[in-house]
């Protein structure tokens, strides 16, 4: 069964400070990858997916991830935070053969204090 | 509609009552899923509705746990006899076709008591 390992739980940083959020999934087949982000009080909102092609994706306001097949990793950054950057990401993995089910990681918690 | 309805946004309902969630996803979107979101455990996958296929029911977590989408749009959730550790945001998203554009609604609250 597929499932999605987020490293962190909560993570604290100070404006300025880079970021990376781990994620490692487990799927054998041919995964599209993504992260959402739950900022507080508003609903899910996609950041980044991964189909296919170049593994260093672009995202909305500066985020990053690198798809690392041999790794099964999925990592999310940031250069430099903001605290307009505080809420909850989640990784998600769908499957090949899954249709369109995503399974999502646990999230992680990021707080960036001013 | 401009984004993914759910009602009601709260419910509270007493342990052993049923319950419906209802999602209104966007106009056109053929995919509807619905998640549950708990505190610490991440977006549980529950079921997912594709065109007039048959639903993807795989992540139901027991039998009092139903969904149905009525004209391939509004789709209702029933949880029968719910219990306290059914208590969680329960998610309704749905995209134009299988993972590509997924919108997520703002979700239900459900508190069992």
């Known amino acids: 069964a597929q499932s999605v390992s987020q490293h962190n739980h909560h993570v604290i940083l100070s404006e300025a400070a880079s970021l990376e959020l781990g994620c490692n999934y487990s799927?054998?087949?041919?995964?599209?990858l993504f992260w959402y982000v739950q900022y507080p009080g508003q609903h899910l909102q996609l950041l980044l997916k991964?189909?296919?092609?170049?593994?260093l994706v672009k995202g909305i306001k500066g985020f990053e991830a690198e798809f690392i097949k041999s790794k099964f990793s999925f990592n999310l950054r940031k250069p430099s935070v903001q605290w307009s950057d505080t809420a909850e990401y989640f990784c998600?993995?769908?499957?090949?053969?899954?249709?369109?089910?995503?399974?999502f990681g646990q999230g992680t918690e990021l707080s960036v204090k001013p | 509609g401009a984004g993914v309805s759910q009602s009601p946004s709260n419910k509270v309902t007493e342990k052993g009552k049923d319950v419906e969630l209802r999602c209104d996803p966007i106009?056109?979107?053929?995919?509807l899923y619905w998640y549950r979101q708990s505190l610490g455990q991440g977006l549980e996958f529950l079921i997912y509705?594709?065109?007039?296929?048959?639903?993807?029911k795989s992540g139901l977590p027991s039998d009092r746990f139903s969904a149905e989408r009525t004209g391939g749009s509004v789709s209702t959730l029933t949880i029968q006899r719910t219990q306290q550790e059914d208590s969680a945001v329960y998610l309704c998203?749905?995209?134009?076709?299988?993972?590509?554009?997924?919108?997520f609604g703002s979700g239900t609250r459900l508190t069992v008591v």
């Open positions: 998203a749905s995209s134009p076709e299988s993972i590509y554009g997924y919108t």
């Open positions: 799927y054998g087949g041919t995964v599209n």
């Open positions: 991964y189909f296919s092609g170049d593994p």
């Open positions: 998600a993995v769908n499957g090949a053969g899954q249709g369109g089910k995503l399974i």
């Open positions: 106009s056109g979107h053929t995919a």
């Open positions: 509705f594709q065109g007039n296929s048959a639903p993807d």
